[in-house]
């Protein structure tokens, strides 16, 4: 018996949700008394395997083969399963990124597990198995039972505490058995570099229709560079093709949960608030003293974006 | 070509939630009901691949798994230009239990592009398409933000980590789509509305499958501290808060 978790890997490197994966599943594997897994498939050198031990992982299973280079749901799904049965997963942890949202759901037909999505804690109880996960995008969160003998879990990012726990952890090669052709195949890939992933990014500062036009932005930009943020954009404004729609955030966008959210000339609409909603600290900037946003917001201030940013630029280079 | 799109008929994203029968399920009292956003879209999608002749699709079909009161949502989905829908007749229990249901019929109808939105609005869970996929034992590409066809072949991308991939896959293929697919939902015209009431609509009896799971509550998020209000001439507090109070710069 074991937890079993996936840790991915970005050109053979972790990520800090990487070891926020192991530890919320080491205290799963506690709660159950047993074992804690890593899978990692992929070239990833030893010193960069060797990290996920530090944070209770027992046993670490690595996979290289030529068929995974590149993610294809069926070969994926099916290598976590075969190293889900040979160590005998009672639970399997997953990112809930697209990666992992891509992947579980098919694993939980093959492996007839019940799955619990965009969970933020540790289960409730483990028998029966209950898990916690928002529901109505944000607007309500729901107590999910899981029935099956074997459970699949999505951590949302940024949503466990995590912390050293270090562990001899053996790592040990699998060979899988992958049989037919790889049906999709990538052909190409952009890659933006240099650039802030919005969803791995800890501080966000986003603009709305507030800023008036997108000639506007240059305080955005200039406060997420001091901030080490990523910038995000409200509906309306991808919309009109000020911001492109990979920066929209919102229950129809993108979903983050960072520590620190900069709200700028944003209102704050019900769909908006869904997509921010698990972000630790909210800060609100907009003219209307009534706009929703400060209901959703820890500090607020009522006042034009176009004066308050560069203020807010200033007292930042001088902190 | 065939394509099928899964609807999921939705709470309007502007609903209060609220709960009954021992916080058990959603108050569903004067809810407006809607095709899920990322299902509208894809749907949208499916129809701007239509309207191209080269690309020979020769029908677009929805599907949803739901009682009769979700035939407005599937008419709806009718009036903005699907040829034909099925519905099948049994109240959602969970995601593994409804892929079942969908997969099912697709065995015995099948299509050659599968159309999932990335998740729903109400439960949130990311899982039928990928289920259907599984249960089919087709690939499925997931967070597709473009889908095209050029000779009969599907050219599909999807987001990575900080970039795009493009990629092929052999049909049939089960996609999920996301924000960017279409640019904005198609509106149903008045001509569109008239033709949907004889549209063919589908209503199949459900496999006995089982959940794997079961929602034993609702809860509201708990309620947050009053939001600090800061003087726009005193910007310095502010900053002054975030490093020493909230501790996040």
């Given at each position: 018996?074991s937890?079993l978790?996936?840790t ?8 800090k949700q ?9 205290k ?7 074992q804690?897994?890593a899978?990692?498939?992929g070239?990833v050198?030893?010193?960069?395997l060797k990290?996920l ?5 027992d046993k670490i299973?690595?996979v290289t ?6 993610l294809d ?11 889900a049965?040979k160590?005998g997963?009672k639970?399997?942890?997953i990112?809930?990124?697209n990666t ?6 098919r694993?939980?037909?093959r492996?007839?597990?019940g799955?619990?999505?965009?969970v ?6 483990v028998?029966?198995?209950v898990i ?6 944000g607007?309500?969160?729901?107590n999910v039972v899981i029935k ?6 999505t951590l ?15 790592i040990?090669a699998?060979e ?13 890939v ?6 802030l992933i919005l969803?791995?990014?800890?501080i966000?500062v986003?603009?709305g ?10 305080p ?8 080490g943020?990523a910038t995000?954009c409200?509906?309306?404004?991808s919309?009109?093709g ?5 920066e929209?955030?919102g229950?129809?966008?993108?979903i983050?949960?960072?520590n620190?959210?900069?709200?700028a000339?944003?209102s704050g609409a019900?769909q ?6 698990s972000?630790?600290c ?6 209307d003293?009534?706009?929703p946003?400060?209901e959703?917001?820890n ?5 034009d974006a176009?004066k ?9 280079k001088?902190? | 070509m065939?394509i099928l799109?899964?609807?999921?008929n939705?709470?309007d994203?502007?609903?209060?939630a609220?709960?009954?029968?021992d916080n058990?399920?959603f108050?569903?009292?004067g809810?407006q ?5 990322w ?5 949208t999608r499916a129809l ?7 690309n ?9 798994v739901g009682?009769?009161?979700?035939e407005?949502?599937i008419?709806?989905a ?7 829908a099925?519905?099948i007749d049994a109240?959602p229990?969970d ?8 997969a099912?019929?697709v ?5 050659d592009i599968i159309?999932?939105?990335?998740e729903?609005?109400?439960y949130?869970?990311s ?7 599984e249960f089919?034992?087709?690939?499925s590409?997931s ?7 050029a000779n009969?072949?599907v050219?599909?991308t999807r987001?990575?980590d ?5 990629i092929k896959s052999?049909?049939p293929?089960?996609v999920?789509v ?10 149903a015209?008045?001509?569109g509305i008239?033709?949907a009431?004889?549209?063919?609509l ?7 499958i089982?959940a794997?799971t079961?929602?034993?509550?609702f809860?509201?998020p708990?309620?947050k ?7 726009p001439?005193n910007?310095?507090e502010l ?5 020493n109070?909230?501790k996040?710069?």
């Amino acid at each position: 018996m074991s937890v079993l978790v996936f840790t991915e890997n970005w050109d053979g490197k972790f990520k800090k949700q990487s070891f926020e994966l192991v530890s919320y599943a080491g205290k799963i594997a506690e709660m159950l008394k047993t074992q804690t897994v890593a899978l990692s498939i992929g070239n990833v050198q030893e010193d960069e395997l060797k990290k996920l031990a530090n944070y209770s992982t027992d046993k670490i299973i690595t996979v290289t083969n030529d068929k995974l280079k590149n993610l294809d749901n069926q070969a994926y799904t099916s290598v976590i399963a075969q190293v889900a049965e040979k160590v005998g997963a009672k639970v399997v942890i997953i990112a809930n990124n697209n990666t992992g949202k891509a992947i579980a759901p098919r694993l939980s037909v093959r492996l007839k597990a019940g799955l619990g999505s965009a969970v933020s804690k540790l289960p409730i109880s483990v028998e029966p198995f209950v898990i916690y996960k928002k529901a109505l995008s944000g607007k309500a969160f729901a107590n999910v039972v899981i029935k099956s003998d074997v459970k699949i879990i999505t951590l949302s990012q940024n949503s466990f505490e995590f912390a050293e726990n270090p562990k001899p952890a053996a790592i040990e090669a699998f060979e899988p058995v992958l049989s037919g052709d790889i049906k999709t195949n990538v052909t190409d890939v952009q890659k933006q570099t240099g650039k802030l992933i919005l969803t791995d990014a800890e501080i966000v500062v986003s603009g709305g229709r507030g800023m008036k036009s997108p000639d506007n932005w240059g305080p955005i930009e200039e406060l997420a560079q001091l901030l080490g943020a990523a910038t995000a954009c409200s509906r309306p404004v991808s919309d009109e093709g000020w911001r492109t729609h990979e920066e929209h955030t919102g229950q129809t966008g993108k979903i983050i949960a960072p520590n620190l959210y900069i709200a700028a000339g944003i209102s704050g609409a019900i769909q908006h608030l869904a997509g921010i909603s698990s972000s630790k600290c909210i800060v609100a900037i907009n003219t209307d003293k009534d706009a929703p946003i400060f209901e959703a917001a820890n500090y607020g201030i009522v006042g034009d974006a176009a004066k308050v940013l560069p203020a807010l630029i200033q007292a930042v280079k001088e902190k | 070509m065939k394509i099928l799109i899964c609807l999921s008929n939705v709470p309007d994203t502007t609903t209060k939630a609220k709960f009954v029968n021992d916080n058990k399920a959603f108050d569903t009292a004067g809810v407006q009901w809607i095709i899920n956003p990322w299902d509208e879209l894809a749907l949208t999608r499916a129809l701007e691949l239509k309207a191209n002749a080269a690309n020979n699709i020769e029908k677009v079909t929805v599907i949803t798994v739901g009682k009769v009161d979700a035939e407005p949502t599937i008419r709806k989905a009718l009036a903005i230009g699907a040829d034909d829908a099925v519905r099948i007749d049994a109240e959602p229990k969970d995601a593994y239990f409804v892929a079942a249901q969908i997969a099912e019929y697709v065995k015995t109808n099948p299509f050659d592009i599968i159309v999932n939105g990335i998740e729903s609005s109400d439960y949130n869970g990311s899982a039928v398409g990928g289920m259907v996929a599984e249960f089919l034992n087709i690939p499925s590409v997931s967070a597709v933000s473009t889908l095209e066809i050029a000779n009969g072949e599907v050219k599909i991308t999807r987001d990575i980590d900080g970039g795009k991939e493009v990629i092929k896959s052999q049909l049939p293929v089960l996609v999920v789509v996301q924000k960017g697919i279409a640019k904005e939902p198609m509106i149903a015209a008045m001509r569109g509305i008239m033709m949907a009431k004889t549209k063919p609509l589908a209503v199949v009896a459900p496999q006995a499958i089982d959940a794997l799971t079961e929602i034993v509550s609702f809860e509201l998020p708990k309620p947050k501290p009053p939001c600090k209000m800061i003087d726009p001439e005193n910007v310095k507090e502010l900053v002054h808060l975030l490093q020493n109070e909230a501790k996040v710069i």
